[in-house]
């Protein structure tokens, strides 16, 4: 029903910058302002990490503490398309960024559907 699929990744240089973007499509389409959208980050051997999400009304978006002040998600519901800007990049941010889309809350509990992820690097 949904497809998601992420861009935007590549490598940087400490300090630098990339935007991601999600596009949402399938089915659901019509009715991606109703679900809440998220970026994920996973490291090989680590637990996937909640980034950042914003609610499906638009609200005020929740960061890891980490991310705060240099992260901003937003969505364009015009375009189907959530975004993670990423400033003043550290290594430690590298990882694969994935995004969540969960209608749960109004299609039931299989409504939650993962990107495949893109890769972002920051090194000098």
């Known amino acids: 029903q949904v497809q998601l699929v992420e861009s935007g990744g590549g490598l940087v240089q400490p300090g630098g910058s990339l935007r991601l973007s999600c596009v949402f499509s399938g089915s659901h389409t019509p009715f991606f302002s109703s679900y809440a959208m998220s970026w994920y980050r996973q490291t090989p051997g680590k637990e996937r990490e909640l980034v950042a999400d914003?609610?499906?009304?638009?609200?005020?978006?929740t960061y890891i503490n980490s991310v705060k002040g240099r992260f901003t998600i937003s969505r364009d519901n015009a375009k189907n398309t959530v975004y993670l800007q990423m400033n003043s990049l550290k290594p430690e941010d590298t990882a694969v960024y994935l995004c969540?889309?969960?209608?749960?809350?109004?299609?039931?509990?299989?409504?939650?559907?993962w990107g495949q992820g893109t890769q972002v690097t920051v090194s000098s």
């Open positions: 969540k889309a969960d209608g749960t809350a109004w299609y039931g509990p299989e409504s939650e559907y």
């Open positions: 914003i609610t499906a009304g638009g609200g005020t978006p």
